[in-house]
DNA sequence: GCTATGATCATA
DNA sequence: ATGATCATAGCA
């Protein structure tokens, strides 16, 4: 029932695992949510995106293989947890934006620095491998439909109008409509 | 070394 | 509308 995605599901482009991504689950130890929003950040072409000036320390896993998790402080306080896309060498990535709670879950999760804290993801998981562990992405078994929205991204201002939000239309736990 | 800035959130 | 708070990036 908790098979991850496979590498394979990440190793496209990455406005479409950004749209994939929505309804699937992601779990780190007891707690799990559905994915309800998420935003793309392209390699190429979005000044918005942190790889828009290629290859740095802090950029390097989202040049990596696909698959594994980009987390990173922003603000000085909040960490965001991000799924990288594309094939290695292309960089590409997807903001988790928010989660709707599934199981063990405490506190809010309708925003990025509020999922990582909610699912206890910190720094130290940048990195890691999300068709492993300990952070796993899988699908449900059974899938109910659900209408996708998309919108501009959320808190940017560089490339702040490119249509890049995807979200499950009408779910509760969305960070905005 | 120094400084500006930011993929946020809570408070007012 | 504003403040908290610090890692990163760009530049000197």
């Avoid at 950029?59 to 696909?66: C, D, L």
């Avoid at 063990?104 to 699912?119: E, F, M, R």
Wanted: charged share 20%; proline share 7%; aromatic share 6%.
């Amino acid at each position: 029932m908790r098979r991850p995605l496979p590498r394979s599901f990440y190793a496209r482009p990455t406005v479409e695992v950004a749209r994939d991504l929505l309804g699937k689950i992601i779990l780190h130890g007891e707690a799990s949510g559905r994915i309800v929003e998420t935003e793309a950040y392209l390699g190429i072409d979005d000044a918005a995106a942190h790889t828009a000036r290629g290859i740095t320390d802090r950029t390097r896993v989202i040049f990596g293989p696909p698959g594994h998790a980009y987390v990173y402080l922003i603000y000085g306080m909040h960490e965001c947890l991000n799924l990288v896309a594309e094939p290695e060498g292309v960089a590409g990535c997807v903001l988790i934006r928010a989660i709707e709670p599934v199981s063990g879950i405490a506190g809010a999760t309708n925003g990025p620095g509020k999922l990582t804290q909610a699912l206890g993801i910190t720094r130290r998981h940048n990195g890691c491998d999300v068709t492993r562990g300990p952070i796993v992405v899988s699908a449900l078994p059974k899938v109910e439909p659900f209408e996708i929205g998309v919108s501009k991204r959320i808190g940017i201002t560089k490339s702040a109008d490119l249509p890049l939000r995807f979200y499950v239309k009408g779910n509760p736990f969305v960070s905005r409509k």
